[in-house]
């Protein structure tokens, strides 16, 4: 059964840093591309990485690039997201996701992990 | 970056309507269209891919549709297990980018 289990989110300060994980299972992580999608308050979802499966290939929307770091550990079968300079607009729940083989839809997600960027 | 636009934002449906969903992309997207679906207090699943795909456990009454700007996802027979909020994503250029999401509630 493929699962993915995110970990690390919580309460910071407008300018701190945070890093995320995510645990996977089941299925063998170093051939999947993944990313992480965030939900805000209002229930919009916004993707805000992306990273291939050999850790290559970052990509960031300008919202967070240069403030967020995707890397990934394949001999620990986990995904990161560290995330500074953040800001109250970074307030939301954070999934991580599997892409499909081949292609950019997202077929497995974790259960999510909420970060609240509030003093 | 590609804009989503979704709609209906919600809409009631009664059990074993045909319901549609529809997603406007602000450019072609060459067919790389996926809907998902989300249940209140879970994580978004993955319905449909390459705008007419069915992924793998997902009931045939789903299907998707459509080309260049256009796209939408048909539910034929609604269930009640069908409430939820879907979300189209467009993944043919990054940033890739989601709709606003359509509500889908049982009448």
């Known amino acids: 059964e493929v699962k993915l289990v995110e970990s690390g989110g919580g309460l910071v300060q407008p300018g701190g840093s945070l890093k995320l994980s995510c645990a996977a299972s089941?299925?063998?992580?170093?051939?999947?591309?993944m990313s992480w999608v965030r939900q805000t308050p209002e229930k919009r979802l916004e993707w805000v990485a992306y990273i291939s499966n050999g850790g290559g290939s970052p990509y960031y929307p300008d919202t967070v690039k240069g403030r967020f770091t995707i890397s990934r550990d394949n001999a620990k079968n986990t995904l990161y997201l560290q995330m500074s300079s953040l800001k109250s607009e970074d307030t939301a729940m954070y999934y991580c996701?599997?892409?499909?083989?081949?292609?950019?839809?997202?077929?497995?997600w974790g259960q999510g992990t909420s970060v609240t960027v509030s003093s | 970056d590609i804009q989503m636009t979704q709609s209906p934002a919600s809409l009631a449906a009664s059990v074993g309507d045909t319901v549609t969903i529809t997603c406007r992309a602000s450019e072609n997207i060459y067919y790389s269209l996926a809907w998902y679906q989300q249940k209140q207090g879970k994580s978004p699943q993955l319905l449909i891919y390459n705008a007419n795909s069915l992924e793998d456990g997902v009931p045939s009454r789903f299907s998707g549709s459509g080309s260049g700007t256009h796209y939408s996802m048909k539910i034929n027979s609604m269930q009640p297990e069908d409430t939820a909020t879907y979300f189209c994503?467009?993944?043919?250029?990054?940033?890739?980018?989601f709709g606003g999401g359509t509500k889908l509630e049982i009448k």
């Open positions: 996701a599997r892409h499909l083989l081949g292609g950019y839809a997202m077929d497995y």
């Open positions: 089941g299925f063998t992580f170093s051939s999947y591309t």
């Open positions: 994503k467009q993944a043919y250029d990054v940033p890739w980018t």
